[in-house]
């Protein structure tokens, strides 16, 4: 099992930037896909962004390409999204999330295990 918990959400101006992180339990890190979605009032959970288990292939949504980055440290048992260019509509609770299939990364929520606590992002215009 791995455990989740997310930080570096807040309150941004439209514009800004910020750099969340997850911190994973556990010592198989490395064997995990890991994704990060959002869920903003009245909608669906979304996939942002997913990364395979070596960091080398990476999944981005369309609405995100560009101004977000996914990146993890296997040494460090982390996971971080950073968002460039936040908008208003960026606006929602962001959770990190890791699967146990084989380490691929998928962009569907129920292939996904292990999901951290979550934590809100609010951009201001």
């Known amino acids: 099992q791995v455990q989740l918990v997310e930080s570096g959400g807040g309150l941004v101006q439209a514009g800004g930037s910020l750099r969340l992180s997850c911190a994973a339990s556990g010592r198989t890190f490395s064997r995990y896909g890991m994704g990060w979605f959002r869920q903003a009032p009245g909608k669906e959970r979304e996939c942002v962004a997913a990364i395979n288990w070596s960091g080398g292939s990476t999944y981005y949504a369309d609405s995100v390409k560009g101004r977000f980055t996914i990146s993890r440290d296997n040494a460090k048992n982390t996971l971080y999204l950073r968002m460039n260019s936040l908008k208003p509509e960026d606006t929602a609770v962001y959770y990190c999330?890791?699967?146990?299939?084989?380490?691929?990364?998928?962009?569907?929520?129920?292939?996904?295990?292990?999901w951290g606590q979550g934590t809100q992002v609010t951009v201001s215009s």
């Open positions: 999330a890791a699967t146990s299939y084989d380490g691929s990364y998928y962009y569907m929520a129920n292939e996904y295990d292990y």
